[in-house]
């Protein structure tokens, strides 16, 4: 019960909430027989199927072959303001396997959202009935029991893809036939069939062969179109007989001598069949074929037409174009029209007349194309062309219709349009509204294309901050000489130079160079110094710089390893005696060390 | 002393420019308000003629032409106006109305909110706007830090200290933002059809299939040129070749 009221909501929301696509699918039948056709349908509706395009076709999962499309049609009214669109595609099949088989749902998409169809459940049964146990070796198919056999008339046996073959079957019967029945139609794979209509009551012929008297009618007449090239083959068709047969037996019962007397007969079913038969498909020839060619063979006529050639914009017009002549007129292809970008156009309309009589499918195929203009002025439709094959003449034609020149006028001004994108809500403020008044005083008259960044005045507000940052630096650069700061910098430069000194003193350490070894070792001592206590290098006498080292608090130890470093530097530079490669090395790093460890003590 | 003539001529000649720019202005406001928009924009154009501008001066000369009916020149004057004064009201109201009259609805891009955000943030930060202030905020970065190198009482130099770093990330803010908005000045070029109905076609010369039509007043972005063409691409991203001269560059 809960369940059931839960779908009731579910379904009446369903109603309520129009969804914007709704898609479904329907067959002619869900039983059917091996080689019969089923026609599949697709509709979409609602707001959105205008939107869509065709939807993909399901898998049939080698159940059924695909033989063509028969078109799309399609509903649109308005309800309420609101547009609402039925699209339907329809499609042809032919069962090929017995078997129960699930046509899988059709899905189609729309802003990313999925719709589906339904799957349906088809029971695909074996052809009716069994193939007949009747010798088939005559090319013209005769049965063997000679007084009663199907014949087949073919019109062609060579024919092109797509061109029409008309196969009569006849029956012939030197015995009384009450009645028949078609058991089995014939196989067709391959073939696009249309049934000839045939008068209900057969009309009975006489004809002899061989001598002998026979009674002829003519059982089904139907045209074939190849859909592709190739051999192909047309099975037998089956019917059930009726036969009346005379009683041979004079002793009979009262019962049977009423019902089975000569005026009755018995009657005794016999099935007969005919021949299969073969039929070569040629492709269609691929030279001189036109550029637009999409198919269709026949032999056919092009009409285009317009309702209207006078009209106010947004008035709907019709372009009509109708397809008519001798072919597969359910598959005629959509002719190839091109209509200016000022109209706004719907899918076409298809109808078809197809005649049946006079051993031909013939008729006509429509397409109407509901066209809106939407701006006034001289609006040209360019020619329709359409091209066939016709297989009398095996050539190729190619019909064009005369181009239409429609004047559109200027209508009512229009601020909606039905299907076209309206105003959106910021817009309609402003809809009926005029403009506001000039001003009348201008503000400043410019160059023309003047831009601030292009001008002096913008480099200027960027360069002059420069200008004055450098003049800072300058300023203050003087005034950190002036207190003194100068002191600052050079005591922390004053490691980096000792260091430097030292490393040059290393590239001279050899007995040839020791003089300016040496030299250079002294530096670096003496620098360091003076450039730690901010004073002259040449004007630092040795007392002075030890009473320095005094008030800096430096270890009396390493303050006496460095004068004595120094007076062994000095005199070494003047006195080369004794002097070794080994002593050197020593004195270089005594230097540094002495460097290393003062740093610290500064 | 010639020099010195000279100097005069020009600055005087300059002068006579600016005045009369005003007395042709004048003239066509005149003209307007007579409802002789015809002669408006005659005097109007004149003062474009003489190589000047101004933001009342599209304005008006958009006006003159949406009562003249030319609605594709009037919204090509009132985008120009638009260009140079992003935020005058009258200016964006008197677009609105031109824009209804045209016959073309394009759809805009797909817009969500930071789509939206940077919409705002451009209209806001207009180039006329940011190539002001942007060498303003240099500036005053700039005299910070030279305050900053100067004064020695340590709680104004702290307090400059903290306040350089905010003004330093505003600058470079402004100064992206200036970047793309002086990239796209330069490199971006945008439309207004003016002609009442062109084809536009999928390569640049007559012979070519036409694609789709446009009509007078829709906005286009100009991507490429080649001989008497210009390519268009417009907001939903359609694009095709038109004839230059059906095109009035903003």
Redesign the interface.
């Known amino acids: 019960m809960k369940t059931w009221v839960y779908n009731f909501i579910l379904f009446l929301s369903s109603v309520l909430v129009a969804q914007p696509l709704t898609v479904s699918t329907t067959v002619d039948r869900t039983e059917l027989a091996v080689n019969q056709q089923l026609v599949f349908t697709i509709q979409l509706s609602g707001e959105a199927a205008q939107k869509v395009g065709q939807p993909d076709l399901p898998d049939m999962g080698g159940f059924l072959s695909f033989l063509g499309s028969g078109g799309t049609s399609q509903n649109i009214s308005f309800v309420n303001g609101k547009m609402s669109v039925t699209k339907s595609f329809t499609f042809y099949y032919l069962a090929v396997k017995e078997g129960t088989f699930t046509i899988p749902p059709v899905q189609v998409e729309h802003q990313n959202t999925p719709y589906r169809s339904k799957a349906i459940q088809l029971t695909i049964t074996k052809s009716s009935t069994p193939r007949q146990g009747t010798t088939t070796s005559q090319s013209q198919g005769t049965t063997n029991s000679g007084d009663l056999f199907i014949r087949t008339q073919i019109s062609k046996k060579k024919v092109y893809q797509g061109e029409p073959i008309l196969l009569t079957y006849q029956i012939y019967s030197a015995v009384s036939v009450s009645g028949y029945s078609i058991t089995k139609l014939p196989e067709t794979t391959g073939f696009w069939v249309e049934e000839l209509e045939t008068p209900q009551q057969p009309q009975v012929r006489q004809e002899v062969i061989n001598g002998r008297p026979f009674v002829t009618a003519d059982v089904r007449k139907i045209i074939a179109f190849a859909t592709s090239p190739g051999e192909k083959t047309i099975g037998p068709i089956v019917l059930q007989c009726e036969v009346r047969e005379q009683s041979r037996s004079r002793n009979r019962d009262i019962f049977d001598s009423f019902f089975d007397d000569g005026f009755f007969g018995r009657t005794v079913r016999r099935s007969v069949s005919s021949n299969p038969i073969d039929i070569e498909v040629m492709p269609l020839p691929t030279q001189n074929r036109p550029e637009g060619f999409s198919g269709a063979v026949g032999e056919y006529n092009l009409e285009a037409s317009v309702d209207k050639t006078e009209v106010d914009t947004d008035e709907a017009i019709t372009l009509k174009i109708t397809i008519s002549g001798i072919g597969n007129i359910r598959l005629l292809p959509k002719p190839k029209v091109i209509i200016p970008a000022d109209f706004e156009q719907y899918e076409p309309k298809e109808t078809e007349r197809i005649n049946r009589k006079d051993n031909t499918i013939s008729g006509s195929k429509t397409f109407e194309y509901v066209l809106v203009p939407r701006f006034p002025g001289t609006q040209r439709i360019k020619p329709v062309t359409f091209s066939f094959f016709n297989p009398k003449t095996r050539q190729y034609e190619t019909l064009t219709s005369p181009e239409t020149v429609i004047q559109v006028a200027k209508g009512q001004e229009q601020f909606v349009r039905p299907g076209g994108s309206g105003l959106s809500k910021e817009e309609v403020r402003y809809v009926g509204r005029d403009i506001r008044f000039i001003k009348l005083q201008s503000d400043r008259f410019q160059p023309l294309g003047y831009r601030f960044y292009n001008s002096f005045p913008f480099l200027a507000i960027l360069i002059v901050p420069l200008l004055l940052l450098g003049i800072a630096f300058l300023y203050k650069n003087h005034v950190d000489k002036l207190t003194g700061n100068e002191a600052y910098a050079r005591s922390r430069k004053a490691n980096a130079m000792a260091m430097r000194r030292l490393s040059r003193a290393k590239s001279l350490l050899h007995i040839d160079t020791q003089k300016e070894f040496y030299g250079e070792v002294s530096n670096a001592l003496a620098g360091f110094a003076a450039d730690k206590l901010n004073k002259s290098k040449a004007g630092l006498l040795s007392d002075e710089l030890e009473s320095e080292f005094k008030r800096h608090h430096i270890d009396s130890e390493l303050t006496s390893d460095y004068f004595s470093l120094i007076r062994e530097c000095d005199y070494r530079r003047f006195a080369p005696t004794g002097v070794t490669q080994e002593v050197m090395e020593q004195s270089y790093k005594q230097a540094k060390n002495v460097i290393i460890k003062l740093e610290k003590e500064f | 002393m010639k020099v010195h003539a000279f100097l005069w001529v020009i600055l005087l000649s300059g002068f006579l420019y600016?005045d009369q720019?005003?007395y042709l202005?004048e003239q066509g406001?005149e003209a307007?308000q007579q409802g002789d928009y015809g002669r408006a924009i005659e005097q109007f154009e004149s003062?474009?003629q003489h190589?000047?501008?101004?933001?009342?001066?599209y304005?008006?000369l958009g006006?003159?032409y949406?009562k003249t009916g030319a609605i594709g020149k009037s919204i090509l004057n009132y985008e120009r106006a638009h260009t140079l004064s992003p935020h005058d009201d009258?200016i964006s109201?008197?677009l609105?109305?031109?824009?209804?009259r045209v016959?073309d609805?394009i759809?805009g891009p797909e817009s969500d909110f930071f789509y939206r955000l940077w919409i705002t943030v451009k209209s806001t930060f207009s180039?006329?706007l940011l190539?002001?202030v942007t060498?303003?905020i240099?500036?005053f970065m700039?005299?910070l830090?030279?305050l900053y190198?100067?004064i020695k009482t340590r709680l104004i130099r702290a307090t400059l200290k903290w306040t350089l770093i905010p003004v330093t990330v505003t600058l470079v803010l402004f100064a992206a933002l200036f970047a793309v908005q002086?990239n796209a000045?330069i490199h971006d070029e945008y439309g207004i059809i003016i002609t009442?109905?062109v084809?536009i076609t999928s390569a640049p010369y007559e012979t070519s299939t036409?694609?789709?039509?446009l009509?007078e007043g829709v906005k286009v972005k100009i991507i490429d040129r080649s001989g008497d063409y210009v390519r268009l691409r417009l907001t939903d991203g359609k694009d095709g070749w038109a004839p230059a001269d059906a095109v009035a560059l903003i």
């Open positions: 600016a720019a005003e202005f406001v307007y003062v474009l190589g000047k501008e101004s933001v009342a001066l304005y008006n006006n003159a949406f009258d109201y008197n609105q109305i031109a824009r209804l016959v609805k759809a180039i006329h190539s002001i060498p303003l240099f500036g700039i005299l830090f030279i190198l100067l002086l000045d009442e109905k084809s036409e694609v789709f039509a009509h």
